[in-house]
């Protein structure tokens, strides 16, 4: 019955309803379950979950006297997409200017636990970077990279916030405590928490998801994941709460005459889970929310260029430059738009659209490594595009340019910029789906079944795959290959290893890189 119910309410699959039933059975001592119950009936709790008064939502300071940063991280948000959306809206080119778009961007991976990093603390947190930092955990790792930028401007004096920051302690639901130590710093769940549709659906989703959650950490390891996607993900809907964030930026803000200077630095979610909104202003409507998941695939053709995409990562991607166009309009009301600094990136893509040439023999599809950028600095006036080669390790260097000088990482004392692009032959991608973080969790990233790609120049033009090399992991040394190399350049073999701390040889996949451009 309880495996019944578990299927009727949250449409796990039917064999999967029975399994995550039974284990909750025989696991659940029903104290987190209590404990949770006892918290949503504490209306100290309740009164920080649900906020009523419109002073209390105003927890994003801008100043029209001093200077202003913000990066804004769209998790998915697809940069190849950027062409299409503007085609469709080309009202959005006048409601970006200013803005710099850079298409031919990379990321290290195809999910957030191995392009966050990268995008918060830069280079040093690239998947390389962090292969190489073997004495550290991956949990300290993060906690360093999503604080290096809020640590370095509260050092400088400036008025920060940071909202909805990824896997903060290696949890879901990032514990925000790490920010305590710092001056100034304001730190803040947003998503499901602002802005829910009324105060009887707000308590019901929280305490499902309090439910819920509690039986998700009793789960063992091995269903985790299957457990949270089919039913803490339904159940809060993502898009809802993401899209309601973006599409009331006005209502959150603190806009001031203060002679201060702010950083800010928010997630938000949108662009992760596919949806079909409704046209020509890609609103949230009851029935896009019920259409969650939907991909009808569409193809659109731009500069003889064939685009297949999923209808529904489109519509996120548009909602969510549409929703952030609104927003910059009223920060030119408020004259805040011109002494703001906007960074808008993306830890990765996503595999939801595919264009021929940007599709490997083997599969491979660069798109869910071409994550959007778009950067709008202090008094821009024009729509721009670059084709210059970005990683988003770059994101630091360009919200820290001109404002604070020589900056260096409060954890490592090392420069924080964007030499090491430069300096290195190529930028070494992973393709690895090992993105569970409470087994991925040790000091370096399990990346079985990952294959390692370099990119030079351009990530857009896979037709230039001509340029091998080899990559070092960990402290394993080559002592003899061979390369089965097709024409696209995708290496397809095993090598033979010696492993510096084992005797004899081993077979592990192929640790090549395939230079692009």
Not at 208 to 231: A, C, E, H, I, R
Not at 325 to 337: C, D, K
């Amino acid at each position: 019955l309880l495996g019944l119910a578990v299927y009727g309410k949250w449409k796990i699959p039917i064999c999967r309803a029975y399994i995550v039933a039974l284990t909750a059975i025989l696991l659940l001592s029903g104290k987190n379950v209590a404990y949770s119950l006892k918290k949503l009936s504490d209306e100290s709790y309740v009164k920080q979950m649900t906020l009523e008064k419109e002073e209390d939502q105003r927890i994003l300071p801008l100043s029209r006297q001093g200077k202003n940063v913000v990066v804004i991280m769209l998790d998915a948000a697809i940069g190849a997409l950027v062409p299409y959306i503007f085609e469709e809206r080309p009202d959005l080119y006048e409601t970006y200017a200013g803005f710099t778009f850079y298409p031919n961007t990379m990321s290290y991976g195809m999910h957030t636990m191995f392009g966050s990093p990268a995008l918060f603390g830069g280079y040093e947190y690239s998947l390389p970077e962090i292969q190489r930092r073997k004495e550290v955990s991956l949990v300290e790792k993060q906690n360093e990279a999503v604080s290096v930028m809020p640590a370095l401007f509260s050092g400088e004096g400036y008025r920060v916030t940071v909202c909805d920051p990824p896997y903060v302690g290696y949890q879901y639901y990032s514990d925000l405590s790490i920010y305590d130590a710092y001056e100034n710093v304001h730190a803040h769940h947003m998503e499901g928490v602002y802005f829910m549709s009324d105060a009887e659906s707000a308590s019901d989703t929280r305490r499902d998801n309090f439910v819920l959650y509690s039986m998700f950490k009793t789960t063992p390891l091995v269903v985790q994941m299957d457990f949270y996607s089919g039913t803490i993900d339904q159940t809060r809907v993502v898009n809802n709460a993401a899209y309601r964030i973006l599409a009331n930026m006005d209502k959150l803000m603190d806009i001031t005459d203060a002679e201060e200077n702010t950083f800010m630095m928010m997630v938000n979610n949108l662009t992760h889970e596919p949806v079909l909104l409704q046209p020509p202003e890609y609103v949230l409507t009851e029935a896009a929310e019920d259409a969650v998941g939907t991909k009808r695939e569409h193809a659109r053709v731009l500069d003889e260029r064939i685009l297949k995409f999923s209808e529904s990562a489109y519509d996120v991607n548009m909602a969510a430059l549409l929703r952030l166009g609104e927003w910059f309009e009223y920060l030119r009301e408020e004259g805040v738009y011109d002494n703001t600094r906007i960074i808008l990136a993306a830890d990765h893509g996503k595999g939801d659209c595919v264009f021929k040439d940007m599709s490997l023999k083997n599969g491979l599809n660069i798109a869910e490594y071409n994550p959007l950028l778009m950067v709008k600095d202090f008094d821009g006036k024009d729509f721009q595009i670059s084709d210059e080669f970005m990683t988003n390790a770059d994101v630091p260097t360009m919200a820290l340019e001109g404002l604070i000088n020589n900056p260096s990482n409060p954890f490592t004392g090392k420069a924080v910029d964007s030499k090491k692009k430069y300096q290195e032959k190529e930028q070494v991608l992973n393709t690895a789906a090992t993105h569970n973080i409470y087994t991925n969790n040790g000091n370096v990233f399990d990346t079985t079944g990952g294959q390692y790609y370099g990119v030079n120049d351009n990530v857009l033009d896979p037709s230039n795959s001509n340029h091998v090399t080899q990559v070092a992991v960990s402290s394993k040394t080559l002592t003899n290959h061979k390369v089965v190399l097709e024409e696209t350049g995708i290496l397809l073999s095993t090598v033979v290893v010696k492993d510096d701390n084992k005797s004899g040889n081993a077979s592990v996949p192929i640790i090549f890189v395939v230079t692009l451009g």
